[in-house]
């Protein structure tokens, strides 16, 4: 079975760095399509943060376009998310995202378990 596994985050002053990691594991025969971070805070919808895809085409937020690098290693199946110069407005749930095909289930999108980004003033 396929999981996303997510690491760092936690709570960080204003201007300063953080990066999130991403793992997929769980199946034999893997290739990434697509990964990348959403982000969430209460009572608003899920929005993406940043993409990279086949042929690593990247897509950034406006809000975070020259502060934040998406990254990938497609061999060992992990993406990063480098945030600098971090803002209060960047406060909140990160998920990882995955767009993966695998023998078992074709081509499938998977989540990870999310991690807390907190940025004080």
């Known amino acids: 079975q396929v999981q996303l596994v997510e690491s760092g985050g936690g709570l960080v002053q204003s201007g300063g760095s953080l990066r999130l990691g991403c793992a997929a594991s769980g199946a034999t025969l893997m290739t990434m399509n697509t990964m990348a971070w959403y982000r969430q805070v209460p009572g608003k919808q899920r929005e993406l943060v940043a993409s990279?895809?086949?042929?690593?085409?990247?897509n950034y937020a406006d809000s975070v376009k020259g502060r934040f690098i998406i990254s990938r290693d497609v061999a060992r199946k992990t993406a990063s998310l480098q945030m600098n110069n971090l803002q209060p407005g960047d406060t909140g749930t990160y998920y990882c995202?995955?767009?993966?095909?695998?023998?078992?289930?074709?081509?499938?999108?998977?989540w990870g378990q999310g991690s807390q980004v907190t940025v004080s003033s």
């Open positions: 995202f995955a767009k993966l095909f695998t023998m078992e289930s074709g081509l499938r999108d998977y």
């Open positions: 990279i895809m086949n042929g690593d085409l990247i």
